[in-house]
């Protein structure tokens, strides 16, 4: 890991509210796709489902998320699918080829069984209003939310990878990492400057908590080193500040956090954090 991690320069823009716009969860084109199985489409599924990287996953793209898939390389923003990056508990993340190089494409599985936790974060979250429990439609807001709290992320200066496209259960974002070696999480790597690699971590902590959002998930297993700089994946689960359990979110964020720098022999303690992320801003008015 390289001596440096610049922090990313906060962009001008407007200042970021608590207000978010409502989520949209009707059906998408890619639902329609699927519904209207044109021959297309079906040429598309049978050469995706023989894919190699595909083969041994085929079974967990129902026809909505192969019409996500299909719409994705339909409206430009994929090219062709590689291999599986990553098989989690929600989601599977591959690369793409995309008309600019790489990218990341995040897939939410509809029927992964242990959806219902994404309740608990949706209640209480004003932009989830009215969702109800429909598995679909659960998912569905839970790929937008983590879009839309990617994009206030990078807005609010918090390196992140840029989202790029959404469709229905699938996300297209910036790929961090170079051609077959995905960036390696803060886990993976001998931390060479833990100190400065802590203050950056708990700036962006600060800048985040600022755009309103609490990450909800954050250790080192969510943080990657790419290009020598820090980047915070992973925002699916991201909550409002005035989600009723944002504090204890926050709470859990900065406890793993500073367990994690204090292993690296940083002075590093977890009420600190707190104190220093949730401190009030001194340039706003
Ligand atoms: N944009 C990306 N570029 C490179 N690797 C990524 C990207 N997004 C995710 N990954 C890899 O996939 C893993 C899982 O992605 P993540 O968003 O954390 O999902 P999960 O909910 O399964 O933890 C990450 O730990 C990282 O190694
Ligand atoms: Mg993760």
Known sequence: MSEEHGLLEIEEGEPVGDEFEEIDVADTEADRIARRQDRE????????????QFKVEASVFDDATLGALYKLVQDGYVDAFGGAISTGKEANVYTALAPDGEVAVKVYRINASDFRHMREYLDGDPRFEGIGSDKKKVVV??????????????EGGVRVPNPI?????????????????????????????????????????????????????????????????????????????????????????????????????????????????????????
């Open 141 to 154: 807001a839970w790929t937008k939310k983590e879009f839309a709290n990617l994009k206030r992320a990078r």
């Open 165 to 285: 496209a959404i469709e229905r259960n699938v996300l297209v974002m910036e790929y961090l990492g170079a051609e077959n070696d995905r960036a390696k999480r803060l886990n993976e790597v001998r931390v060479e400057n833990p100190e400065t690699t802590y203050e950056v971590v708990r700036e962006y902590m600060r800048r985040l908590y600022r755009s309103g959002l609490v990450h909800g998930d954050l250790s080192e297993y969510n943080v990657v080193v790419h290009d020598g700089e820090l980047c915070f994946l992973d925002l699916g689960q991201a909550v409002t500040v005035h989600h009723p359990n944002s504090r204890s979110l926050l709470e859990r964020d900065c406890h793993n956090v500073a367990a994690f720098f204090a292993r690296q022999g940083v002075d590093a303690d977890a009420d600190a954090l707190l104190e220093a992320v949730t401190e009030a801003d001194p340039t706003a008015e």
């Open 41 to 52: 489409f079906l040429e598309f599924r049978k050469r995706i489902k023989n894919t190699e």
